[in-house]
Nanobody, 123 residues
Framework: VQLQASGGGLVQAGDSLRLSCVASGRTSSTYVMAWFRQAPGKEREFVAAISRSGGSTNYADSVKGRFTISRDNAKNTVYLQMNGLKPEDTAVYYC?????????????????WGQGTLVTVSS
């Protein structure tokens, strides 16, 4: 499975961005998909995940109410709509796929990773 993330950029605090991640190769709508992020000098952290069907989601407390994860299984794509961006959201954002059935928040649970897309939020 190959993952290609896009949509990052430089925005001001309060702005919105939508990230996309397209899965190719041996893809399956039965994968859990997620977004993680890594700021300079920090560990990679969980942002949001969505179940195979899209019926269940999980969010980090820091993004609840501001970010929304969704997926289009027909397009093998997962999205992250980010509203009300803050400078502390600045990071490289990675999409990931877990072949398991449960939504996990640990990076080690995920089997495939995209290359990352940089989001920079200025104050």
């Amino acid at each position: 499975v190959q993952l290609q993330a896009s949509g990052g950029g430089l925005v001001q605090a309060g702005d919105s961005l939508r990230l996309s991640c397209v899965a190719s190769g041996r893809t399956s709508s039965t994968y859990v998909m997620a977004w993680f992020r890594q700021a300079p000098g920090k560990e990679r952290e969980f942002v949001a995940a969505i179940s195979r069907s899209g019926g269940s989601t999980n969010y980090a407390d820091s993004v609840k109410g501001r970010f929304t994860i969704s997926r289009d299984n027909a397009k093998n794509t997962v999205y992250l709509q980010m509203n009300g961006l803050k400078p502390e959201d600045t990071a490289v954002y990675y999409c990931a796929v877990d072949r398991g059935s449960l939504i996990e928040i640990r990076p080690g649970s995920y089997d495939y990773w995209g290359q990352g897309t940089l989001v920079t939020v200025s104050s």
